[in-house]
């Protein structure tokens, strides 16, 4: 008897305007960069990622503390829809929602794929420990990286980036 092969998962054969609330939910790898803050040159329109995180991100964990009621505690928060996904300039280059409107595949990372929420951490992508809350930080602009802009790349423990200050004034 042969068996028959097991059927795609649904972020392959569901368009992204066409799943249900709980599928695109579990798009998300929880890694937090969406919700670090991002400053927009007025000038050149050019994003600059910060490593200063929302106030109801744990920047522990990467999870929000108050999912359910974020709209009311800050105002500026999005709910990503699939019909704004390909106009947001700031999403992470390996972000499910913006990979998957661009007609690429899940990172081998991705927790829908491994199992494991880990994978994020193991594989570079979490902001978990990289970031600081903004109830703790100064200045944005001091606070300004590259790295949530960028795929992920693994890291170990004695090269995680510490969160640090980084001067942005002249001396």
Not at 23 to 40: T, V, Y
């Amino acid at each position: 008897m042969t068996r028959s092969p097991a059927p795609a998962p649904f972020w392959e054969t569901t368009a992204l305007q066409d799943m249900t609330t709980s599928q695109w939910e579990s798009l998300c790898d929880g890694c937090g960069r969406c919700c670090l803050h991002k400053l927009r040159d007025e000038d050149t329109d050019e994003i600059h990622c910060t490593s200063v995180a929302c106030r109801l991100l744990d920047v522990s964990t990467c999870r929000c503390t108050d999912y359910a009621h974020r709209h009311r505690k800050v105002q500026d928060c999005i709910t990503l829809t699939p019909e704004m996904v390909a106009g947001l300039d700031w999403l992470p280059p390996d972000c499910a929602y913006r990979r998957l409107s661009e007609g690429r595949s899940l990172p081998a990372w991705h927790p829908l794929l491994t199992g494991r929420a880990e994978t994020v951490i193991e594989a570079g992508a979490s902001a978990a420990g990289r970031c600081v809350s903004e109830r703790k930080a100064g200045n944005l602009e001091d606070y300004v990286v590259t790295w949530p802009g960028e795929p992920a790349q693994p890291v170990t423990g004695h090269q995680r980036p510490a969160v640090r200050r980084v001067s942005t004034r002249k001396s």
